[in-house]
């Protein structure tokens, strides 16, 4: 899946980070530790960023449009300074009040000031509202994370730990968040814990980020996932946990081990990198077509290609490669030039395609638009055959739980099915993971798992 | 008063504009006119501004730090269609969260969407938070004006003039409002009438303005001030008048008079510049000096200097020029270079001082710091004896109600008597006018206005 | 003069600054005094500034499109290390190559780095690229100061002050030139001296500036003007002068006088706001009007307009205000707002004019679209009469010394007489100042002054 | 080679792009397409570019600092119209003048306007400076370039043609150019051939390029590689050839293969994937370790290290993955978070590795700070042994041709034997391809090509 730029990939909303310094003079390093967690979590959101700051007295925020290291300059930091920080990277979208959306949201209330981070997607946000201007209150963006401080603040009476066990109950779909009052910082992850969030310690201090790979990169060990349901609070006294209510089921996202994850992270359990080699070996097992080399589509395909190309004994080669150059800000070809398109994001190494029967490997179909020019592209260097190979099933549900895919009518196998689908991108064969293969290659028989997307079932309503 | 470079100055708060355009079709008509009056009244507020319009069914917002010029550019007029408009400019400051204190504040609420734009400041804010967050209130900023919006949201289950009916019961203190909501425009002052708001017409469609000059600028006739404590409804039926809650007194903003508004506005029945110069007929029948020349402290000072020049009698001539190129970010001198400050903002004509007895006119002395360095500049180009003449009484005291005055302690006045103020000053003498010849200057006996930076009366409350 | 903002207006090309401190470990207090220097040049150029600095080895440069506040930045001046420097500020204009005709001017030649600034214009620089291009010369900006500098590098066999004595042949025109190389600041001046140049002193250390404005805001000595011809060296043994070219006839740009230079400076020993003042008085000899008040066009009509309310007997009073916002950028008014133009930079105080015969004071009239606005402006304000008066003959001549006039075409003295402008503007009467009652008001009988503007007659050819 | 960030590694110093459309009228087209073309070389330099172009009559130029996506925008383009564009991209530096050192350079001499773009190095540039200046040139960059420009100019009463002859025997080094005129383009290149250039052609219009990547990327089709030597004319009349001067030796840039090309290039006749992964298994003969895994630094070493793995049967993984957000700002790591430094950029994935032989590829080693805290890095995530393989052979020399190597002291096989470098960087093993190697995997006997950083002989002087 490659086509950001067209809009033509699956776009995971948010990534969050926090650090809990217990150092209290501890200046500017939990901003900057902040930044790096916030700059390794960078694929996860593009479109805006931003870091709040708590010294135990007062809660300052820095956020703007744009990447981490466009909006988060060296004299941001030297400003920002506080023994506690969270931060947020949102993904790229348009619209001239954008920015009142960036996050963290940083309010007051009864009890003080708030910063809140959130990765995720309310299902009954709608309703939240309606019952909420009932009571008086106004918003002024169009996030969840607005609701989500308005029902803290109804709940305001109450200790915050009740108050947010009450909000929880409230609050229906998808969300991992990261809360920090002036002296307290708190990790929250719904029921089921569809979005993943996870707990590491540096030098002993606490640390909350949505992958484990933010972790390691800022030099922290990885203690463990908070658990569906859970609560952390991490103060002077250290972490304590709750687990907020009672988690039924669990509904991870399959989604982040296929393609949204960094493949060195582990989430729930599970090595994202190993994850995608397995569904390539598996799709090798379901798919043993007879070809001459296996290639990867940049960047996401590349793990899978690897288990394809050793199930299979093909040899890998790098047939596509990314122009790392690509920027959000691009002269669109004019309709003569059109068919330049993907061929100014990805090249072709003809000396490995031509003449060849090429196996290609891809995480996913969405409109099915990109996929359609890489082909094209990869015929035009001569290759012989080319059959396409994806690591996941048909996509043919949106979703309601913190990824911006395109609406149903526009996904592709929604509408199409595998023969239609390779007709219309033109290889000379097209082959999905089955569901139970997918499953296998994640060492699951389905439990555990959102995968609404394939299969339309909902864990946590629409 | 010159100062503005170094704080040394009062700032006025805001200003604000709004037009409602009965043809519903009028494109960025309302948005352009809002920009030029915004634009007429920018003397009011360089810090933020921001133009928020209605096209009957939503409200779209565009606002950002700078002035007008700068932040409203040509294609965000482009985008900014509806036939209601309103606008608002902020005083400068600094501060990294500026950005969210700008206005119009833009809001959902029950009824819908709302926008608010606000002249003035409360004076029971922090009660009436304390009191909405017990509701369940969440606060994003610092100004009032959210304060407002939340007001009319507890009120929401009431008509919306009922509401703000309410709210005004509510709000202690100054304000001067515009409301848009999306099919209605709606103007309130506050019970006393101490921030100004006046209505306009233009080819049938009804304004409102901080002052009559923006109505000018646009081409649009006065119709008439609105009344203290009055709020008036403008939508598809034309304009009707409600009086909200009744006044009981009179107390117009003295300083506006004084210093804030624009020369060429009439508030509340009286012409600004008329009003100026006499004042300075008033200090001059107060205090005859001899004198050889009359100078002004530009800008404000100019009319006070031809009153003063024709009542006694002597020349006025240009002694002192400000250089219109100085900007909000400017590189400050070295200590060593420090004496150059308001030189470089401010030009001695020396021909026109030089050997002579000069009188200098200027309408206020807020920490004394400028006043010292202008007559230091004034005697080195060769003044024989300088004249310090202010067309208002010693400011003593601070404003409550929406004008950024120094702190009490910082105001020369309140710690010093004219003698020791002349000493600081470095004046051969130093001359207030009169609280009784201020008002016989204004026409009154005092009654109708607000003197509280004067005398310390706060007609509502501190 | 009033309308800088549609190119309504005579705009001077140039200003340039220099400062040498005896003191080779002055850091960057050169380019911070040349900083305010500039600054309080700002007048004459706002397209594009630049200071240059030398510590005695090598020359850095930092230059850049806007005013001298927008460009130089705190940590510009930083950077700028060295004892000596000079600087530059060039007019108002567009065009994408803009910036590479910014200066100073920077280059290496034969004997080592040199920087120049330049106010003037020569008027035979197609011949002499031409030459310079037959010799191997190549052209990278479309500036005379290029040109110059190649002139030098043509005789870089010779030594500095005969290359440029050979260089001052060459060129025919008008020019007030700053060098500076590693170890020298020069001072070049044409030879009928048409532009400004003076030198002042301080703390020892020599300048060089446009005005003598310049060296009062960085609190200088004025201590002479450049004479016509002369070239003034200034380095390690102090300032010493050659006479390099004899001038044969003074030719001082009357228009300095009239309009470009600031109030508070004096040229070639003469005070400008004192010249000013004699016009109007002059003015009022001429052209005795039965009139109620007399106003100025800001800004530069003011001095001129007191001088004609002194010598007439008449009240002088504020009638006109300038819209100190008015900025570069500004969004047009739409056809049907068209009036509007000039009513967002200027306010007319109608208490002032309504009701009565005013007679207006300007310096010039260029295309006339300007004093036609204003003439209706007032006239809607209620005035009775409006008398125009003007401090300049009436301007038929295109300038080729160094400011951009119109063309001749546009001139609207060049194709009208006097009562076809009246009627073109729109005034009660319509009278200009006799040029013996220009020269007399400036005390000459026509000697020493290029007034080419109004009679044709060029001194140093076209 | 990883480090760009930390200057620790061998930078490109420019790409060159050109088309001629043979329709006049085809607007911003030629533009367009010279965008693109630039684009995909951007690898070739990040500091600045820009695109000049010609509609016959004159030449206009756009230019900035920054990335091609940054520096030229739409309106940009709609503002270039012309048949003829040439464009550049250089390498990435800082410095306050670099502006006036982006390319194209243009310029006007006695023939009209010329336009230059140059990648390379000339030898003798300071001895031709001199040259120049003592004829009365002079230099406002400090670019090849312009001294190339003079050279023109200097000859330019001869035919465009016999100039550039005439200057290509002045000029010593490395070069490869384009040249536009007001009518004509030309390409050109140094008589050994040192730095690539290409001709394409697309739809009957010829065009240039450093790369034919560059063609691809357009549409175009390849068409050859001027020759050493040769100049190329291309006007109305089509292309034509003159070999300039005597080409007596190839020395085609070797490191162009082993790093600095994109791999889908062809050029001067070796597809640079193919030659790269044949010295991956080059260096496995070479050096048959026993080990688990083979892995790359990315992004230039995966070519190479699936040669080797093919050649050693050992399986290819994905071990260290590019953080593709990685910014030229960026904020620095504390001294304390120093260790995050590679960290930030590279991550490692250590499920790979972890309990592992690793063989890690590289193509050189420049300093050598950067394969230590690689081998750290691989190591903290539990590689079992380390064994570092490089696809060149020891840098020991600088380069003079146009890459921006470290200085020769800063190279560390200059000043040490593999051993200590291998002790130094705390590999277990360290290997680099020998010499003889090196040639045999480009199928050469060492002809025809410049490896001087290897082995100090340099083709075309120092």
Redesign the interface.
Known sequence: MFDELNGDQFREECGVFGIYMNDPASAT?AA??T??GL??L??RG?ESCGIAVSDGHRI???RGMG????V???HN?E?LTGNIAIGHVRYSTTG??A?VNAQP??????KGMVALAHNGNLTNTVEL??R?????????TTTDTEVI??L??????DTMEDALAKAMIDAKGAFALIIMTEDQMVGLRDSMGIRPLCIGVLDGNYLLASES?AL????AQFVRDVNPGEMVVIDQNGLRSSQLVKSTRRAHCIFEYIYFA???SNIDGR?V??MRRELGRQLAREHPVEADVVIAVP?SG??AA?GFA?ESGL????GL???????R???Q??QQ?R??GV??KL??????VAGRRVIMIDDSIVRGTTSKQIVQLVRKAGAREIHFMVTSPPTKYPCYYGIDTSRREELIASAMNIDQINAYIGADSLHYISMEGMFAALKTEGEGFCAACFCGDYPAGQ
Do not use: C, W
């Open positions: 390093e900057r530790t930044f790096y700059y390794a960078q694929h593009q300052d925020l820095h990447l981490v290291s466009e988060i300059r060296s930091i400003s001239g009040s920015l949201l940083v309010f007051h209330y009864l509202k309606k909420l201007e009932t009571y008086g209150s106004v918003f002024q401080a308005n803290m603040a109804r709940y305001s009476q790979a390691d990169t800022v030099g960094r493949p060195d090595n990198n190993r960047e590349t793990a690897l050793q040899p890998f080669e790098q490669i990314r122009n790392r150059y690509v920027g800000t691009f002269i070809p004019t030039m068919e330049l061929r100014l090249n072709v190494i003809p000396e490995v």
